[in-house]
């Protein structure tokens, strides 16, 4: 069973919705019995034994929507994961240290995804995942992350049994502090890109690409970016999935800040991308 079946699900205002916040969130998709039967198969064995599972394989992995996410993202026969992580806690807890997971590179490439799968109910009290939107383009070293504690903007994923949510590897996450009393379970995978990016999704006919200022780039809250970053960031990402880079430029028009930069003027020897 391989990614060729999956159907894209995304349209551009969602696909540009990953680029501005860095995750999506999908709801209760994974059906009752399944999380059962997987909460019940993690009692005795390996989280990672549930990747040669068949029932696991369709449901979760290549869950419709969740999935169809994943194949809008990253595009024809994504790579399905190899490894796989049981974050079992029993609460109560602690929050966890905001970090980026091991090797995060910050770029407007999308080529991996960070995947959580709740088979139970999470709500807020049995410390759900909080993750802060936009991170994904904002670099720290960890261990100036650590010294954060509550953080302006960020989110709390509480949800209910079957819920999956889709992050950019490198966006700044951490377990939130619980109160409640068992045992928490959570999944966590990568799925990797096997094909060039192309704007292969639910293309809407009266999307506007738009440039700089548009305020379909805006994030709504706050990115603790200097002034103008968040829009670029966004768009650039977003063209980058579209495989239209060269055309990020030419719309941007040489208005990118600092002005002049890099349409106007070019370091001897500087090349953009795609180009010879
Ligand atoms: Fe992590």
Excluded at 136 to 142: A, D, I, R, V
Excluded at 166 to 193: E, F, P, Q, V
Excluded at 240 to 255: H, I, K, Q, S, Y
Aim: aromatic share 14%.
């Amino acid at each position: 069973m391989d990614s060729s079946t999956v159907q894209h699900t995304l349209t551009d205002a969602e696909v540009l919705s990953f680029c501005k916040n860095g995750y999506l969130m999908y709801k209760a998709v994974v059906s009752g019995d399944i999380n059962k039967w997987v909460t019940e198969f993690l009692e005795d064995n390996d989280p990672t034994c549930l990747l040669k599972e068949d029932r696991f394989i369709e449901h979760v992995l290549l869950n419709p929507k969740a999935g169809g996410a994943v194949r809008a993202l990253l595009g024809e026969n994504f790579a399905l994961p190899t490894g796989m992580a049981n974050h079992r806690v029993e609460d109560p807890l602690d929050a966890q240290n905001w970090h980026r997971d091991g090797g995060s590179r910050v770029g407007y490439e999308v080529n991996h995804l960070q995947v959580f799968y709740y088979p139970q109910d999470t709500p807020i009290e049995m410390g759900p995942t909080e993750v802060l939107p936009g991170s994904h383009f904002l670099f720290s070293p960890q261990n100036m992350m650590g010294h954060y504690d509550l953080v302006r903007g960020a989110i709390r994923t509480a949800a209910p049994a079957g819920s999956i949510f889709i992050t950019a590897y490198n966006i700044w996450h951490r377990r939130s502090r619980s109160t409640a009393t068992g045992l928490r379970n959570m999944l966590k995978y990568c799925y990797w890109r096997m094909s060039p990016p192309v704007r292969d999704w639910r293309i809407d006919p009266a999307f506007e690409f738009g440039h700089d200022h548009s305020p379909q780039y805006q994030m709504e809250g706050p990115t603790f970016r200097v002034q103008f970053r968040e829009w670029y960031d966004a768009a650039r990402m977003f063209y980058w999935l579209c495989d239209m880079t060269p055309e990020f430029e030419a719309v941007n028009d040489g208005r990118d800040w600092p002005p002049g930069y890099p349409i106007l003027w070019k370091p001897e020897g500087f090349h953009r991308y795609n180009e010879a």
